[in-house]
């Protein structure tokens, strides 16, 4: 079994700050790990994915995430917050390629000027 | 190509009615998922299909729910009579399988609102 907790269901930084969301999974096999992003009446899109090659993961507009077994955690963060970073962010796990994900809960992210 | 398409965008119903959603997926991709959305909450995995097959389905999907992927490429979701907690966003992902990507391509969701 699989699972997913996201700790902090709203985050809400200053336009220039630093951008952290917060992940932890369970999984009973190595995981795949993945961070989805989601626009009001949108569907997700892929932000970045970790597939056990590189521990520290680059990612579309600036993110990235480190996947550290040990804390069995997959954070995502990005330097400098943008007003356009703006959503709900989605963090996922699956037990393998083309698997079924599990979702959290979701963290939406708010940016103030 | 242009990605996974779901079909409506948004559907309003009455309780009791049957409705019926399409996806489309990304050509030549052999896995399809639906997964539901509530407000608030993260996606739920309901079923998945390899090529016409529907290999898994959760228990979240009652017996009013039923999904078919006749020909393996468009997929469609059928809800009978739908009850006020149907109503969520309806999304569907499609993957090119085994050895091919990792990612799961979402479609914009089918909005269902039942009233």
């Known amino acids: 079994a699989q699972s997913v907790t996201q700790l902090g269901s709203h985050v809400s930084v200053s336009e220039g700050a630093l951008v952290l969301l917060r992940c932890n999974y369970s999984s009973s096999v190595p995981p795949y790990l993945f961070w989805y992003v989601q626009y009001p009446n949108q569907g997700l899109q892929l932000l970045l994915k970790y597939t056990s090659a590189a521990t520290l993961v680059k990612g579309i507009n600036g993110f990235e995430a480190e996947f550290k077994k040990s804390e069995t955690s997959f954070h995502l963060t990005k330097p400098s917050a943008h007003m356009s970073d703006a959503a709900e962010y989605f963090c996922?796990?699956?037990?393998?390629?083309?698997?079924?994900?599990?979702f959290g809960t979701g963290t939406r992210l708010q940016v103030t000027l | 190509d242009t990605g996974v398409s779901q079909d409506p965008r948004h559907k309003i119903t009455k309780r009791g009615q049957n409705v019926t959603f399409r996806c489309d997926p990304i050509s030549e991709h052999n896995r399809l998922y639906w997964y539901r959305q509530t407000l608030g909450q993260g996606p739920e995995f309901l079923t998945y299909f390899q090529n016409e097959a529907q290999l898994e389905k959760s228990r979240l999907l009652s017996d009013r729910f039923s999904a078919e992927r006749p020909k393996g490429s468009f997929s469609t979701l059928e809800i009978q009579r739908t009850e006020q907690g149907d109503s969520a966003m309806y999304l569907c992902?499609?993957?090119?399988?085994?050895?091919?990507?990792?990612?799961?391509?979402f479609g914009q969701g089918t909005r269902l609102t039942v009233v």
């Open positions: 996922a796990v699956s037990p393998g390629t083309a698997s079924k994900l599990t």
């Open positions: 992902a499609s993957n090119p399988g085994q050895g091919g990507s990792t990612e799961a391509f």
